[in-house]
């Protein structure tokens, strides 16, 4: 079955330190993994895509993360955490034929916390 | 980025009553639309999938006579909870996404309080 996991329910880090948030996935073929934020009461908001290509992926607000096939993963990071970053971040994998028409699934979230 | 706007962005209604809930893409055509329901402190559940002019592809266990979901244009489609009770209560976000690249854009959900 296609699945995601998001492995920490809560993530604390200091702002100004770097910050991963962890995903792992389980796909039958060629996974499409995606990142979103959502702030409190909001929708949810894009921040990256993977969908071939290059391992490395750039996204919004400074955010990258990192698609390894071995290890099946597709942790989250950021060089330099800011205390406006605090949000609840999901990662999310399509499945289906194709990334038009198949459906997201998304890991349960985790809350990033970042202190002053 | 693609905008989608949800209306309203909150309501508060009896129970019995029905309540619509639209979902637009403002910048874009959206090909499909989704209905995401959340529970607080949980993760998104995909309830239904729709197509314009289509009928929607309902999620096993969501009910369809429950949650009627109308995707009458490529930039609109909308989800009426009929007949709404208090565990219906939840926040409702759509989500479109565009005819090509593969990003689904969200809207800012609708918090749906059942008294």
């Known amino acids: 079955a296609q699945s995601v996991a998001q492995p920490e329910d809560q993530v604390n880090v200091a702002e100004g330190n770097p910050l991963t948030v962890k995903c792992t996935y389980s796909?039958?073929?060629?996974?499409?993994l995606f990142w979103y934020v959502q702030y409190p009461n909001r929708g949810l908001q894009f921040l990256l895509k993977?969908?071939?290509?290059?391992?490395l992926v750039k996204g919004s607000y400074g955010f990258e993360a990192e698609f390894n096939k071995s290890q099946t993963s597709f942790h989250l990071k950021k060089p330099s955490a800011l205390v406006s970053d605090s949000a609840l971040y999901f990662c999310?994998?399509?499945?289906?034929?194709?990334?038009?028409?198949?459906?997201?699934?998304f890991g349960q979230g985790t809350t990033l916390q970042v202190k002053p | 980025g693609a905008v989608v706007s949800q209306h309203p962005s909150w309501v508060i209604c009896k129970s019995g009553t029905s309540v619509k809930i639209e979902c637009r893409s403002l910048?874009?055509?959206?090909?499909?639309m989704f209905w995401y329901r959340q529970f607080p402190k949980q993760s998104l559940m995909l309830m239904a999938t729709s197509n314009e002019g289509s009928k929607a592809t309902y999620e096993q266990g969501v009910e369809k006579d429950k949650f009627l979901i109308n995707h009458a244009s490529l930039t609109l489609s909308t989800l009426t909870v009929t007949s709404a009770h208090p565990e219906d209560s939840s926040f409702y976000i759509c989500s479109a996404r565009a005819r090509a690249a593969g990003a689904q854009y969200f809207g800012p959900g609708t918090r749906l309080t059942v008294l």
């Open positions: 910048d874009f055509q959206a090909t499909t």
């Open positions: 993977y969908i071939t290509g290059d391992n």
């Open positions: 999310a994998v399509i499945y289906g034929r194709s990334s038009n028409t198949g459906k997201l699934i």
């Open positions: 796909v039958s073929g060629n996974p499409y």
